[in-house]
């Protein structure tokens, strides 16, 4: 069972547009959101991430919204780049220390310039 | 960002072998994480370590799968034997105090 869904699994935006990728879970424990990017042969790298006692962070062009009631949460990219380019995971955790991730299958996200 | 470095980027060998895995965790990180990617899939947790200790580890860390980090060195992870249904990217992950992550770039491993 899947107890973290994403969506889309692959989007293509223009560049300059606004991204909106999306996800949900299912375990209401959950309280750690963060979202990794990933270029094709790196690692993951934390982008921005969330607790659930917050509804939005923002980091520059980045901002995540988390709905509890909805257990949903959501990555907003405004002024797409196509250096953006890349899959974007979000992950879950119990325990903001020392738990373990649980990650979606990701969103492979292209930046048409 | 911090950097985790990960030794070797890619690995073969023969069903049945041992392989063992390195990571070089960033310098004053004190948890360290291992997790498995198969190709087109999410990924997994499989263990995490703090203190000399495995801390929790998830159903895919089976009996033949081990960590360890002796003396301050790299965090490793061995496994002996191997089996085709090893072959997977592994991602290792640091953390200073429990909290945000950071990964390596993995280690490829086929298992043939």
């Known amino acids: 069972q899947q107890q973290v869904r994403q969506s889309p699994q692959s989007l293509t935006v223009w560049e300059g547009g606004t991204t909106v990728l999306t996800c949900s879970y299912e375990?209401?424990?959950?309280?750690?959101f963060p979202w990794y990017q990933q270029f094709p042969g790196e690692g993951p790298a934390l982008l921005i991430s969330i607790l659930s006692v917050s509804d939005k962070k923002e980091d520059g062009r980045f901002t995540t919204f988390f709905n509890k009631r909805e257990k949903k949460l959501s990555l907003h990219i405004i002024d797409s780049q196509p250096g953006d380019s890349a899959t974007y995971f979000c992950a879950a955790s119990r325990n903001y220390n020392q738990g373990k991730l649980i990650f979606g299958q990701g969103t492979k996200l292209s930046i048409k310039p | 960002g911090p950097k985790v470095l990960q030794i070797p980027s890619h690995q073969i060998i023969d069903m049945g072998q041992m392989v063992t895995l390195n990571c070089d965790p960033v310098s004053n990180h004190l948890y360290f994480y291992w997790y498995k990617q198969i190709l087109g899939q999410q990924m997994e947790f499989l263990v995490n370590?703090?203190?000399?200790?495995?801390?929790?580890k998830s159903k895919l860390f089976k009996d033949q799968f081990s960590v360890e980090r002796p003396d301050g060195s790299y965090f490793t992870l061995k496994i002996q034997p191997t089996a085709l249904e090893d072959s997977a990217v592994y991602f290792c992950?640091?953390?200073?105090?429990?909290?945000?992550?950071?990964f390596g770039p993995g280690t490829r491993l086929t298992v043939l």
């Open positions: 370590f703090y203190n000399g200790k495995v801390m929790e």
């Open positions: 375990d209401s424990t959950f309280n750690y």
């Open positions: 992950a640091s953390s200073p105090s429990g909290d945000e992550q950071y």
